[in-house]
């Protein structure tokens, strides 16, 4: 993805403390995760749930994409649960 800057919300950040993933993690997945959802009609931007694999950990990361620019916007991220989430944590499980 084009992502010359990532701009962490406060949202997102009291939730990586909260949920103990680093900035690293969340870079890495913004940086080389895949696209497994898009949300074309949230705003102020559309955003996109990314999957990302740290450490052979699966990671989610929601990020926005400011129209017209490389900055991304991270507003949750989470390691998703099993439970709730298909094998390859590419889609829920019904």
Same mark, same amino acid.
Request: aromatic letters at 12%.
């Given at each position: &993805? ?8 406060? %949202? !997102?950040?009291?939730? &990586? ?13 913004? %940086?080389?995760? @895949? $696209?497994?959802? @898009? ?17 052979? @950990?699966? $990671? %989610? $990361? $929601? !990020?926005?994409?400011? !129209? ?14 099993? !439970? ?11």
């Amino acid at each position: &993805m084009d992502c010359a800057e990532v701009v962490f919300s406060g %949202h !997102a950040i009291r939730r &990586m403390f909260e949920r103990a993933l680093g900035r690293d993690a969340i870079l890495e997945t913004v %940086h080389t995760g @895949e $696209v497994i959802a @898009e949300y074309p009609d949230d705003t102020p931007y559309p955003s996109y749930l990314l999957l990302g694999f740290v450490s052979g @950990e699966p $990671v %989610h $990361v $929601v !990020a926005a994409r400011e !129209a017209a620019t490389p900055r991304w916007f991270v507003v949750p991220a989470y390691r998703p649960d099993p !439970a709730e989430w298909s094998d390859d944590f590419r889609s829920r499980r019904p």
